[in-house]
């Protein structure tokens, strides 16, 4: 019986040279062999895969638990001993990558714990509803309704500070974090009080679903990325956004946001990986925080890094860097 693997998808020769080392032999040994989702029949059980392989162990926290909201859960993990104030812990809400069409909550555990235990805070993970089954805007309206719930029942079931409640996520899961961040910028979120949120932790987001890979594209200079190219991307995108006249929507596309709500979102932490088709849009959104006027915004590019960079700590010193 032959043992031949056949690779579905090598690297290109214009991105070998400018890879991490560590990320273009396990995208040789491994990654390659992966027939790529988007090229075969939808089926839901394609998702009982590790959405990004090479990933740590979960680390251990003083309690893990799943709480349920209207259409889904969350996990909650809380670090092991005392709050580190009389007002509780602080609390980061989290939105896996995948997007919007992979994933589930145990998705990105071990991220979730690092944060947890090195951050101090309890980790909330949100399993927000999935496309194609759950199209947009479901996934954004779970987002919302984590945040509601963490204002009003964090306190009393979590210990939770909550007015020091940051949100971030991965991907997809950075896109509904940048919205969330938006949202909650909104007067109507919460009437006569200002944003509720302190931070925003955005990494390798999607910004702008109208980007392409055509001449001009924001797309093109990377489209030879690795793991998510272009094909990948506008199939996650025909799954959850179906219809083209809610691109530009800024609950889709954070991008389009006014710049007036923008600037009362909070601080920023933007992750951006080199060789990530994500890039450039991540970056424009970064400097459209700046002119907005929120105060601080840093953007990291991570040299060498393609967009899975995250998920995949067990394979390098990136995670040093976080």
């Known amino acids: ?43 839901p059980a394609i998702r009982n895969a590790p959405a990004v392989p090479g990933g740590t162990a979960p680390l251990k926290v003083g309690k893990t638990q799943d709480l349920d909201l209207t259409h889904t859960k969350f996990r909650v993990f809380t670090p092991e001993g005392a709050p ?50 759950h199209k947009y805007p479901a996934a954004v309206e779970d987002a919302v309704e984590s945040l509601q719930w963490v204002i009003k029942s964090g306190e009393e079931i979590l210990n939770i500070d909550v007015t020091k409640i940051a949100v971030g996520g991965s991907s997809s899961g950075g896109n509904l974090a940048a919205i969330l961040a938006l949202k909650a910028s909104e007067p109507s979120f919460m009437p006569s009080l200002p944003s509720p949120l302190i931070f925003q932790l955005l990494i390798v987001p999607v910004t702008d679903n109208t980007a392409t890979a055509d001449p001009g594209g924001l797309w093109e200079s990377n489209k030879f990325s690795p793991w998510l190219s272009p094909d ?79 998920a995949m700590d067990g394979l390098s010193s990136w995670e040093q860097s976080w």
């Open 232 to 310: 990948r991307m506008n199939w996650f995108k025909k799954n959850y956004l179906p219809n083209q006249e809610d691109w530009t929507k800024w609950d889709a596309s954070p991008i389009f946001a006014p710049k007036e709500l923008m600037g009362k979102t909070p601080n920023a932490w933007i992750a951006i990986a080199e060789l990530d088709i994500l890039r450039e849009e991540g970056i424009a959104y970064g400097e459209k925080l700046k002119e907005a006027g929120v105060k601080q915004v840093e953007t990291v590019v991570f040299k060498g890094g393609p967009h899975p960079i995250m």
């Open 84 to 133: 580190p104030s009389s007002s509780g812990w602080p609390a980061f809400i989290f939105f896996h990558g995948g997007g919007w069409t992979f994933g589930n909550i145990n998705a990105e555990n071990s991220f979730c714990t690092n944060m947890c235990i090195h951050a101090k805070c309890v980790v909330l993970s949100v399993d927000y509803r999935l496309a194609p089954e």
């Open 1 to 43: 019986m032959s043992t031949t693997r056949i690779p579905h998808q090598p690297l290109h020769p214009s991105v070998i040279d400018r890879l991490d080392p560590d990320y273009a032999k396990f995208h040789n040994d491994v990654l390659q062999y992966i027939v790529p989702p988007h090229t075969l029949p939808w089926d």
